[in-house]
């Protein structure tokens, strides 16, 4: 089994693409579950609002990209050009890279590794992280930490709720003046949350399927809570809606928005979805006075700032180099391991065959000094036959290969 990596991102495909091939979390465990009895030995999913990638202990990566698009429900064709396969020392760079988040769209986004440990914890829980991808994931989360902590990559990083903020300020005159609401109480929300709160808005509100949860979250921020199925009333009461939750269908859809807008007498609502799939139907954007985002729509805002942190980028892939090198000699040595495990079995046998033999003459009451000459010549011949018939076997460039070979193995001058 040959260790790769397969999937899509920001760079290769669009949103719309994106949002398809969300493995949701409720049915992680029975994908990964499907992909081992199936496909590979072992799997691990990492499914975010800008990627979705395998990483996979497998022999066939095109039959994995064609389970990929069924599951999903695409055609082979349809989703092969977005796709991407990372076989072996490229596959450890890339996860190397995603966790110290310098494959985000957002450069030096910390989000990124507490996403790949999760994915790492779901496939150890599904039973289907082994050996080797439990070795990459332990290793990519000590590199993503060196990478953060001795290069200044994710330093004043431009994360996708502070870009929401700046789009804000470029609709409303003042966010003071407006009034703001969350649905979901996820760790995006909350980011976004907290910087909301920073402008002082005149009001904040979060929204989630579970009240605790909203209650929770909004007392951190001098908010108040209500229920998702309140929506439909309470819409129109904000200039400002940032949505980030987990459902496969959207929240508020183009009817919904039309309502609000109309109870509004058409002030504008600034709309943020930072979901995947998308919480907000796209053709609520068509609206007149609707000014709505998406995570490929910030794009633009969060790259604004990598110019300041592209110095430290050289440092940060040098880490990341020397790390890769050292997880593929580790490979290279465990890919080894069977060979070296039937060398060893090879000269145990040859050992007690001449230790039995050697016994056998002592028994016998033969000279004990002439016993352990036979049996060091055995010994001898024995471990020394193989190589020694493989010279005499070929000619040529052959020859002179193995005869290097055998010479390095054995430390001949």
Known sequence: MSLFA???????????????????????RD??????????????????????????????????????AQYHRFEPAELQPYLYTLPREQAVRHAFRVAS???SMVLGEPQILGQMKEAARTAESAGT????LHKLFQRTFAVAKEVRSTTSVGVASVSM???????????????????????????????????????APARLAVANRTLERAEKLAHRFNGHAIELRALADQ????????????????????????????????????????????????????????????????AQIVSDNRDARRSALEQAEAIIETQVGQFMHWLQVRESVPLIRA???????????EFERALRHLRR???????????????TNKLLHAPTQALNETAGEERRALADTIARLFRVK
């Open 343 to 353: 060398l060893r079995e090879q000269g145990e046998q040859a050992r007690r065959e």
């Open 6 to 28: 397969l999937g899509l991102n920001h760079n290769t495909a669009p949103l719309a693409v994106r949002e398809r091939v969300v493995f949701h979390v409720e049915r992680m």
């Open 235 to 298: 819409l129109h009461e904000y200039d400002i809606v940032v949505s980030s939750t987990a459902s496969s269908l959207p929240i508020l859809g183009k009817g919904l928005v039309e309502r609000a807008l109309r109870a509004r007498r058409r002030r504008p609502i600034f709309m943020v979805d930072l979901a995947v799939p998308r919480d907000i139907e796209q053709e609520a954007g068509e609206l007149d006075d609707v000014f709505l985002y998406t995570v490929d729509d910030l």
């Open 129 to 132: 992280l082994g050996t080797l």
């Open 101 to 103: 988040g310098l494959d």
């Open 161 to 199: 709720a502070a870009a929401a903020v700046k789009l804000a300020a470029r609709i409303f005159p003042s966010l003071k003046d407006q009034k703001v609401l969350f649905i979901g109480a996820g760790e995006m929300i909350e980011l976004c949350a907290t910087h909301f709160a920073a402008q």
């Open 31 to 68: 994908a990964l579950g499907e992909i081992k009895r199936n496909l590979a030995s072992e799997a691990a999913i990492l499914s975010t609002c800008n990627r979705t990638e395998l990483y996979l202990a497998a022999d066939k990566p095109a039959a994995v990209a064609e389970w990929l």
């Open 365 to 379: 009451g033969d000279d004990p000094a002439a016993v352990l000459e036979a049996l060091s010549h055995g010994l």
